[in-house]
Nanobody, 115 residues
C-alpha cells in the first residue's frame, strides 16, 4: 500500500528554519519524482520543489536559495529544509508522488511563520 506521511511542521518566527520530512512506504521513493506542494488559506495548492529519480531538483521561484529538497534512499524518505522563512511561507505542506499514473498525497503538515 502506497503511503506518504509528512512531519516536521510547526510554528516558527520570521527568519527561522524548519525541516520537513516525508516518509514513504509501499514503493521505492528513489525511483520516482517526489514533489513538495503547499497550500495557504484561500489559495490554490502550489508546487514548491521536486526531486526526480536521478536527483535533479527544481524549485518554485520564491523559495530558490532558501529551500532545499533532498532524499534519503536508505530510509526511503525525503526532506524539505526551509530557511529564512517568512509569513508568506505559511501553509500546509504536502508531499506527493505519481506512482504508475496515480497521484498519492500525504495528509500534510502545517507550517506557520509568525512573530
Amino acid at each position: 500500500q502506497v503511503q506518504l506521511v509528512e512531519s516536521g511542521g510547526g510554528l516558527v518566527q520570521p527568519g527561522g528554519s524548519l525541516r520537513l520530512s516525508c516518509a514513504a512506504s509501499g514503493f521505492i521513493l528513489s525511483r520516482y519524482t517526489m514533489k513538495w506542494y503547499r497550500q495557504a488559506p484561500g489559495k490554490e495548492r502550489e508546487l514548491v520543489a521536486y526531486i526526480n529519480s536521478v536527483g535533479n531538483r527544481n524549485y518554485e521561484e520564491s523559495v530558490k536559495g532558501r529551500f532545499t529538497i533532498s532524499r534519503d534512499d536508505t530510509g526511503n524518505t525525503a526532506a524539505l529544509q526551509m530557511n529564512s522563512l517568512t509569513p508568506r511561507d505559511t501553509a500546509v505542506y504536502y508531499c506527493n508522488v505519481n506512482w504508475w499514473g496515480t497521484e498519492y498525497w500525504g495528509l500534510g503538515t502545517q507550517v506557520t511563520v509568525s512573530s
